[in-house]
């Protein structure tokens, strides 16, 4: 298995963020993606390989470019408007605006473009959300020229992110973005499964009518939690995508034995599709004792969840969402992807 990897993601530093002075508490944090990648040298699963740089057209198949923009020029816009540098938080939300173009200022595109406060954009998000998507690109190309299955350690994660928000530690959507350019070189169906404890609403939101992407989450119920507007289990599609969403809403506390049969009900389902490729995002914040997350699987259970996707038989680009339990992050990781490699 490859596993493609780019230390840009340091630059998203949200270890220690103020924000008028105060501290600003991040769970996402680069030590994520250091520990699973220590886990990786150990186990020797395949090779570490950089990103290749294919450049924004990927992004904009998936993301608005006004969108692209906010993003690239949102850290230094702010410290103009503000006189100093900090990070960008919004303070103000376009409800029910939606339909209005984005404000010119940026007090005011802040929250036009953000759902929610969790997600700072600091001196390095962009650089470190372009090259987390390229690890997804990259990732996409070696299962294109054969690879049966390859990993991108993605980080900062992508799943929450739409077509013009971000939100949920999220800017660009990696596997929405995998997705369109599996879907755009092989002209042929191709299949999202999100085992993440949080929805993955923007996946969803961006293939919602594309009759040709089946998108499938398993997840904690939206009632009770993130990202609680999204992630239904009636919410299956629409127009010419109708049929092709299928949302598993779980309760938090759900063991390993209740998680494998939901997951093969997913399963069925995307067979039932007959996809040619699979993009899986995977959240390791399923996992036991995890805070930010809250289900409790073992790693035991990580490993027949691994077993069970991978006896698909399908060409898999297998893209890094959540996973907060720092001391067992690399296990779980090493528990799935083992079952792959």
């Known amino acids: 298995m490859k ?9 998203h530093a949200t270890e220690n963020i103020t924000l008028d002075g105060q501290p600003f508490v991040v769970e ?136 013009d928000l971000y939100g949920g530690f999220c800017y660009l959507n990696n596997a929405a973005i995998a997705a369109r350019y599996l879907q755009q070189r092989t002209q042929s169906r191709v299949a999202i499964l999100d085992v993440d404890f949080h929805h993955g609403n923007g996946t969803q939101a961006i293939f919602y009518e594309d009759p040709a992407v089946f998108y499938s989450s398993l997840h904690a119920d939206p009632r009770y939690e993130y990202p609680f507007y999204w992630g239904f289990a009636e919410e299956n599609g629409a127009g010419a995508g109708l049929g092709t969403n299928l949302n598993i809403p779980l309760p938090k506390g759900t063991k390993d034995s209740a998680y494998l049969t939901a997951l093969d009900r997913a399963l069925e389902a995307l067979g039932a599709f007959a996809p040619t490729m699979l993009v899986l995002s995977l959240g390791l914040d399923i996992a036991e004792g995890d805070e930010v997350g809250g289900m409790e699987i073992t790693p035991m259970g990580f490993r027949a969840i691994g077993k069970r996707i991978a006896a698909l038989n399908l060409p898999t680009v297998i893209i890094q969402e959540g996973g907060y339990r720092l001391d067992m992050l690399g296990a779980n990781a090493i528990a799935i992807l083992e079952t792959f490699a």
Request: aromatic share 10%; net charge negative; proline share 8%.
């Open 3 to 11: 596993i493609i990897y780019s230390s840009k993601h340091i630059l």
């Open 28 to 163: 996402e944090l680069p030590a994520r993606a250091e520990i699973i990648l220590a886990a990786l040298q150990n186990a020797t699963l395949g090779p570490i390989l950089p990103p290749e740089d294919h450049g924004l057209e990927a992004m904009l198949a998936v993301h608005d470019a006004d969108f692209i923009t906010y993003l690239r020029n949102a850290y230094v816009e702010n410290a103009a408007w503000l006189g100093y540098e900090e990070a960008v938080i919004p303070g103000t939300f376009a409800v029910g605006r939606r339909d209005m173009p984005p404000p010119v200022s940026i007090a005011g595109k802040r929250g036009y473009y953000a759902f929610g406060i969790g997600s700072p954009i600091l001196a390095g998000t962009w650089e470190a959300a372009y090259w987390s998507a390229q690890c997804a690109l990259t990732a996409s190309d070696t299962v294109l020229a054969s690879e049966r299955s390859t990993y991108a350690l993605c980080r900062p994660p992508g799943h929450h992110a739409a077509r």
